[in-house]
Nanobody, 124 residues
Framework: QVQLVESGGGLAQPGGSLRRSCAGS????????MSWARQAPGKGIEWVAG????????DYTDSVKDRFTISRDNAKNTVYLQMNSLKAEDTALYYC?????????????????WGQGTQVTVSS
């Protein structure tokens, strides 16, 4: 049974940092693309960052480029999202997602399993 269990996140001040973790079970993280997405209050789900199955390439939505970093630790079957220089507009429910293949881009239909979602709040 495929599961994605998220941890980390919480509350940060503007300009601060947080790290999200997503531990996979029931599948091998290194075989599939993985991504993070978020849903801000009153808005739809937005793809945020993705990484190829072999970790050879990453991609980000423009609003988080140079601030967020997606990475993976295959030995731990875990994907991370390091969030730096946080802004109030980063406040959202964050989800990790498993791609259907080795590469899945920003189309959310290309992901077949999702984590439970955890809240990230950026506020002073």
């Amino acid at each position: 049974q495929v599961q994605l269990v998220e941890s980390g996140g919480g509350l940060a001040q503007p300009g601060g940092s947080l790290r999200r973790s997503c531990a996979g079970s029931g599948f091998t993280v290194s075989t599939y693309a993985m991504s993070w997405a978020r849903q801000a209050p009153g808005k739809g789900i937005e793809w945020v960052a993705g990484i190829y199955s072999d970790g050879s390439d990453t991609d980000y939505t423009d609003s988080v480029k140079d601030r967020f970093t997606i990475s993976r630790d295959n030995a731990k079957n875990t994907v991370y999202l390091q969030m730096n220089s946080l802004k109030a507009e980063d406040t959202a429910l964050y989800y990790c997602a498993k791609g259907r293949t080795y590469y899945s881009g920003s189309n959310l239909n290309d992901y077949d399993y999702w984590g439970q979602g955890t809240q990230v709040t950026v506020s002073s």
